[in-house]
């Protein structure tokens, strides 16, 4: 380690690092955010250059702060977009001034310079391209943060699509987070400006989510999954995966010669009803969510493809993908029951069940503000509710009453406004929740199936059996860590700290008290016995005894007038 890397406690195990390190923050000192650099000890690896400001400067300075962060994002390059998409909907952690900014962010990668993909191909699945492919587009029909896409012809005359994942993107992202944990651990230590936006815990939910979507087995798996679900439904349509040419790092799959679901015009040519595809479009997205537990976490008009031939919705790239457990989606159902029948209590009861971390601070306050938002949307014209901007005010209630949900709930508040927006292109008097009624009428009738009943009262009677039968083995286990001294208990006292104080101002007191009674007594007894030396006849000892008790009792009568209790 450097001694300038000793300084900062920042580590850079190679000069790729330290260059992008360098290179981070004259983007930084160009769009600037010196501030930032100037009030950590950072700045003094910076070169001096670096922190002068660039020509643009004084033009780019014009800009608010959240429109330069997006900026900075877009320079940086694919994995700091990604960042910046990830937490686009994220206002429990982000104000929504950055999240409007951050919204903006696109995935504008330039293609592969002398990119070869058939050796790449033939390095990645150990085969002979002649063998399984007739020919393989050397341009790519797209190019993303993470991967490009190259359009193929298999021999026996199928079309498909390759997603091969960009050379040495792995390193490049493992590179940028370490960069990213090192920063965001300083930065948390020495800018305040910085740690109120959580930057360790921004980073380390943005590593989860990167390196799920770097595994290409995982979006393979999730197409089996999602192709599974809807086994026997006619009004989707799922692409084939050719696994066997298909690993981590290249997906190959049926290309489909869709039309997407905002080319309107296209549409009507084809003579397809957009309506009718804006309701059946997201009453599927709605399975998705409410019956599945599994749905597109990225559903925006791109990745939704109508079939030309048959009219049925093709949703493609499964690499984001949402997943409710079963227990939060019974939950989640119960939230929108609750939402219809005004039951602000019963909503923040299960707002607690699901969200993963709660700081309520004022319970009164946060039912008023709910009821304020379900008030707002039952008196408004079923026409005018817009799901963005409901979600957007529940989020912001979330956020001031620190409440933290999980983070595949923020995907799925993103996608219903996304899907929701698609409904609008497709239909301008579209509205979510006339789909939406239909399953919470659903719920409502399955909610008090006699079956349903049946089968939650068979549960906890199974769970009640087993804590019977568990409970001599478990008792046993106490007992033997108690004797083993195993067993140990935290007891948390609210308002500790006050209470010693109290304990320790009485006990002081009461010590001084005991003082000025045996001062008081001594200097009595001395001045009976008439003990010399003597002033004017008066015991010399006794009178200073005296003087003192009554300077110690003064002292105590003003601390406790001051105390007010007396």
Known sequence: MTSLEKMIGLKFPNKKELKRFNALFGILAKYGFEDIVANSHIQKIIPNTYLKKHPETNQILSFNRFERIRMVLEELGPTYVKLGQ?????????????????????????????????????????????????????????????????????????????????????????????????????????????????????????????????????????????????EGNTEIYIPKVYEELSNNHIICMEFIDGIKVSEIETLTIQNINSREVAK????????????????????????????????????????????????????????????????????IIVLEKISIKTSISDYKKLEYELYE?????????????????????????????????????????????????????LDPKFNITDNLSRYISAFTFNRYHPKRILKKNLARFRDISELIDNFPEDMNTILRKIKEGKLMMVHEHKGIDQFQKNIKKATN?????????????????????????????????????????????????????????L
């Not at 949703?315 to 039951?343: A, H, Q, R, S, V």
Request: hydrophobic share 45%; charged share 25%; glycine share 6%.
């Open 373 to 425: 938002l379900i008030e707002g949307i039952i008196n408004t014209a079923i026409d005018d509710i817009r799901m963005d901007t409901v979600l957007s005010r529940f989020k912001n209630i979330l956020y001031k009453n620190e409440i933290i949900l999980p983070h595949y709930s923020y995907m799925l508040m993103r996608a219903l406004v996304i899907i929701e927006g698609v409904g609008l292109k």
């Open 509 to 565: 007191r009461l010590v001084f008290a005991v003082i000025i009674a045996a001062l008081s007594i001594g200097s009595s007894l001395l001045i009976i016995a008439d003990m010399p030396p003597k002033l004017g006849g008066v015991p010399i000892l006794g009178a200073i005894g005296f003087v003192l008790s009554a300077i110690f009792g003064f002292i105590i009568l003003v601390s406790i007038i001051r105390d007010r209790e």
């Open 86 to 230: 990830i937490f686009s909907n994220r206002e429990d952690l982000l104000p929504s001034e950055l999240i409007k900014e951050l919204e903006k962010l696109q995935d504008q990668v330039p293609v592969i310079e002398n990119f070869d993909v058939t050796a790449t191909i033939e390095e990645e699945l150990g085969i002979v391209i002649s063998d399984y492919f007739a020919n393989i587009d050397s341009e790519p029909l797209a190019a993303a943060s993470i991967a490009q896409v190259h359009k193929a012809k298999l021999r026996n005359g199928k079309v498909v699509i390759l997603k091969i994942q960009r050379p040495d993107i792995e390193e490049t992202i493992e590179a940028d987070i370490r960069i990213m944990k090192q920063l965001a651990k300083s930065l948390h230590k020495h800018s305040k400006q910085v740690k109120a936006f959580q930057p360790m815990r921004i980073v380390a939910a943005f590593e989860q989510s990167i390196r799920e979507e770097l595994q290409f087995t995982r979006e393979i798996n999730n197409i089996k999954r999602f192709t599974k679900n809807f």
């Open 280 to 347: 059946t479009g997201v009453d599927l997205y709605l399975k998705q969510i409410l019956e599945h537990g599994f749905f597109h976490a990225d559903p925006h008009p791109g990745n939704i493809l109508v079939m030309p031939d048959t009219g049925k919705i093709c949703f493609i790239d499964f690499g984001m993908m949402g997943t409710i457990m079963p227990n939060d989606k019974d939950l989640l159902e119960e939230l929108l029951l609750y939402f219809m029948n005004k039951n602000v209590k019963k909503i």
